[in-house]
C-alpha cells in the first residue's frame, strides 16, 4: 500500500471506521476485483476475493456497493455471490437494490439513435467483435488486438464519431483498452454522491477502482464525507485522485480483510463498552 494523499492516513481511517456504524464500501469490478482478460465473459474476480466479500456482507454494518460500467446482467454471473449486493450498473445508470428492485436511467430517442449508428459503422468495418451493446451505451475494446489493427479502429472512430454523436447526447469516454459512448450525466461520480447522500453524508466510506473512469468517483467520495478515501488499484501508479494505491491481488485483499476485520472487532468491542456505561 503507498499512501498518495498525506491527508488521508490509512491508520486513522480504519479508526474512524471501527468507531462507526455508517460504512460504505464502493467497488469497481473490471480491473479493481477482478484481472483483465480478454473474454469478458471469463473476467472473475481474483479467487479470494469472493469470500471475503461475503464475510463482510454477512459481518453487516457496511454498504457494500458494486460500481461498474458493465451492464447488470453481465456482471451478477460473474461476482459468485451468493447474496447478490446492491449494484449500480453501466456507469450508475442502471442500479438494482439489495431488496432486488431495479431502476434505470431513460434513453432518449436521439441518444439511442447515434448509438445505433455506431454499432452499424463498425459492423460495415467488420470490427462487431469489439463491440459491447450495454444498456445505455455502446464500448469498443480493443484490449489485446494487434497494435496496427487499434491504430485502424481509433483513426477509423476519429474520423467518424463526431458525425455520429454530434447532438445526440452522448459522451466519448477513454477507459484503459478502448472507449465507451453513453450520456454524459451518467458517471460513477454521480451514483457514488447519490449513495453517500442517502448515507446522511457523514459515512465513513472507501471507493476502489483501477480507470480513468473512476476518478469521478474518487472525488465524490471525499467532497461527499469528510471520513471517504479513494483508493486506486492497479499494478502500475499512474496519475490520479486517488489517496491510496494498493497494487492487487495481495494489497487488495489485505484492505479488504482488514475492513472486515475491523467492522468485526468493532460489533464485539461496542456492547462491552455499553455495558461499562
Ligand atoms: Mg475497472
Not at 56 to 67: A, D, F, K, S
Not at 111 to 136: A, F, Y
Not at 243 to 262: G, H, S, V, Y
Amino acid at each position: 500500500m503507498k499512501v498518495l494523499n498525506p491527508d488521508k492516513d490509512p491508520s486513522k481511517f480504519f479508526e474512524s471506521l471501527e468507531k462507526s456504524r455508517n460504512r460504505a464500501l464502493l467497488l469497481d469490478y473490471d480491473g479493481t476485483l477482478a484481472p483483465f482478460v480478454v473474454k469478458r465473459d471469463r473476467a472473475f474476480p481474483y479467487p479470494e476475493v469472493p469470500a471475503v466479500l461475503k464475510d463482510i456482507i454477512q459481518e453487516g454494518g457496511t454498504r457494500l456497493v458494486i460500481i461498474t460500467g458493465r451492464g447488470l446482467d453481465d456482471i451478477i454471473p460473474l461476482l459468485g455471490l451468493e447474496r447478490t449486493p446492491e449494484i449500480w450498473g453501466s456507469h450508475g445508470g442502471e442500479r438494482l437494490f439489495q431488496d432486488g428492485t431495479y431502476q434505470r436511467a431513460p434513453l432518449p430517442t436521439d441518444t439511442s439513435h447515434g448509438l445505433e449508428s455506431v454499432v452499424r459503422w463498425m459492423e460495415k468495418m467488420g470490427w462487431n467483435d469489439h463491440v459491447e451493446r450495454k444498456p445505455l451505451g455502446v464500448a469498443i475494446h480493443w484490449r489485446g488486438t494487434e497494435p496496427p489493427k487499434v491504430k485502424a479502429i481509433q483513426d477509423g472512430l476519429l474520423k467518424v464519431l463526431p458525425n455520429f454523436t454530434a447532438g445526440m447526447g452522448l459522451s466519448i469516454r477513454a477507459f484503459d483498452g478502448g472507449l465507451e459512448l453513453r450520456p454524459p450525466e451518467i458517471s460513477k461520480g454521480e451514483a457514488v454522491e447519490t449513495i453517500l447522500a442517502e448515507m446522511g453524508g457523514q459515512a465513513v466510506a472507501a471507493y476502489l477502482g483501477d480507470d480513468l473512469t473512476d476518478e469521478d468517483a474518487f472525488s465524490a467520495v471525499k467532497t461527499c464525507t469528510s471520513r471517504g478515501i479513494g483508493v486506486l488499484v492497479r499494478e502500475q501508479l499512474r496519475d490520479t485522485k486517488a489517496d491510496l494505491w494498493l497494487c492487487p491481488p495481495e494489497e487488495l485483499l489485505d484492505f479488504l480483510r482488514l475492513w472486515q476485520k475491523t467492522a468485526a472487532s468493532s460489533r464485539k468491542v461496542r456492547p462491552q463498552q455499553e455495558r461499562r456505561r
